[in-house]
């Protein structure tokens, strides 16, 4: 595998659920990143970790709780979600978090039905 | 801080018809700047960047953008669009080279090519 990946690419999930979204990157960065991507609204960031610590929490509820155990993974735990919260959400990795690009995985699709 | 305006939401333009898309950015620092491509339930592709040196930049697929410090912009172009262009670009800006300058994204524009 090359790149960023997210697993899995589609999710439809009830309002009660637990689920976790997977990211993996094998470009060897050090920064990742969460966003969520709604319908007719910006980019939203969502999280940041660098070096696997947490560094940003743009408001997010704490029924969206993230996880980095190491540079290479980072995960969101999805708990108790609202039918608002439906979007894609985009993994990114840079190399530090000094103004670089970032490179973006394919997405998951979440549905909450 | 930073900010990225692009005008125009939707941009639509013929089959062999030059594209423009045009962004503007506000930042405090010399920028970094970048345009990435979206396509349908896709994440985002790295179009082409500028950080420092020759202010006009070439990409992939063909398109380029120029760096224009005084007019605080960075406008995308083709100069002959295809049906595979159809997707929706976002544009990006950094504060550069600096800790803690994350990407800042505009609010993107959908271009549709008609044949």
């Known amino acids: 595998e090359t790149g960023v990946t997210q697993t899995p690419r589609h999710l439809v999930m009830g309002m009660t659920n637990k689920k976790s979204l997977k990211c993996e990157q094998h470009l060897g960065h050090n920064a990742m990143y969460w966003y969520k991507q709604s319908a007719k609204k910006p980019l939203e960031l969502m999280f940041v970790y660098n070096f696997k610590e947490q560094t940003e929490n743009n408001s997010v509820p704490s029924r969206f709780s993230p996880e980095c155990p190491n540079s290479s993974h980072l995960f969101l735990h999805l708990h108790t979600l609202q039918p608002e919260d439906s979007a894609l959400y985009l993994c990114?990795?840079?190399?530090?978090?000094?103004?670089?690009?970032?490179?973006f995985g394919p997405g998951t699709r979440l549905t909450v039905t | 801080a930073q900010s990225v305006t692009q005008l125009g939401s939707h941009v639509s333009v013929s089959e062999g018809a030059l594209v423009l898309l045009r962004c503007n950015y506000s930042s405090s620092v010399p920028p970094y700047l970048f345009w990435y491509v979206q396509y349908p339930n896709q994440g985002l592709q790295l179009l082409l960047k500028?950080?420092?040196?020759?202010?006009l930049v070439k990409g992939i697929n063909g398109f380029e953008a120029e760096f224009k410090k005084s007019e605080t912009s960075f406008h995308l172009t083709k100069p002959s669009a295809h049906m595979s262009d159809a997707a929706e670009y976002f544009c990006?800006?950094?504060?550069?080279?600096?800790?803690?300058?994350?990407?800042?994204f505009g609010g993107g524009t959908r271009l549709m090519v008609k044949p």
């Open positions: 990006a800006v950094s504060g550069g080279n600096n800790a803690g300058n994350m990407l800042t």
């Open positions: 990114a990795s840079s190399p530090d978090l000094k103004g670089y690009e970032q490179y």
């Open positions: 500028y950080t420092t040196g020759a202010t």
